[in-house]
Every structure is written in C-alpha cells, then in structure tokens.
C-alpha cells in the first residue's frame, strides 16, 4: 500500500495537479488498493500494479491484481459497514472515477479507471511519464 501511494503522490506532483484533483487520485489508488488486499485474498507475495497517466481532463489509472475476480460495477452499495467501519470506499471510487474497462484473465484482474479533473493548481502542460 505504501508504495502505491507514494508513487501516487510523485505523479500528483510531476503532473502539477491541485490538491482536489491530487487528494482524490490518492484516495481512489487507496481504497482499491485496500479493498483488493482486504477483500481480494491475493497469494502471498502477489504484486499489485499501478500505472497513472494523465490526458486532458482525466487520469487513466490502471491497476492489476492477483486477487479474486471483481467487477465494481457488478456491486451494489450496501451501505457503511458501522460496526467495523468503512464500506463506503467504492462509492468514492464510482463517484470520482468511471469505470474504463475491467477483466480477469490467467489469474490477474485489470481494472481500468477514468477520473477528471479540472486542474486548479494552474501546472500539468507537460504530462509527467506514466508510472
């Protein structure tokens, strides 16, 4: 998870998004991050992949995984999860994302996320390189 956030982070800053559009990148790489280790049941020492790249308007963000099969658009909200906490990250992930393309093949999901993004912080004329 740590180092999914911070090459996260480094790409908010090489592509010079504004706090907003930064703030939620992080967020949406950690819930999936965190939804795929709690909930995936990934094998021991599986890697999860993160590559960022930034368009106009939007971020592709494209994570794989050696986790169970999942299709966030298949899931229904259920609601907060009260008594333990959480439960409401792919909500957040539906609202600040589209969801481009998922898959599962030869034991690896690819999901596919578009998040826009108005930059207010003024910068990204030269996207950073994917990461």
């Known amino acids: ?48 992949g993160l590559r960022l790249v930034q368009g106009s308007g939007a971020i592709r963000i ?18 907060p999860n009260l008594e333990r906490g959480g439960g409401a990250g792919l909500e957040l992930l539906r609202a600040w994302s589209r969801v481009a393309a998922y898959g599962s093949r030869a034991g690896r999901n690819r999901l596919v996320l578009q998040m826009p993004y108005r930059n207010e912080g003024g910068g990204g004329h030269n996207p950073p390189p994917p990461v």
């Open 1 to 48: 998870m740590g180092r999914a956030l911070a090459a996260t982070r480094a790409f908010c800053q090489q592509a010079e998004l504004g706090r907003d559009a930064a703030e939620r990148l992080v967020i949406v790489v950690e819930e999936w991050v965190a939804n795929v280790v709690e909930h995936g049941a990934p094998p021991p020492g599986s890697r999860i």
């Open 62 to 79: 494209t994570m794989t995984d050696a986790g169970r099969p999942f299709d966030p658009r298949q899931e229904a909200f259920k609601g």
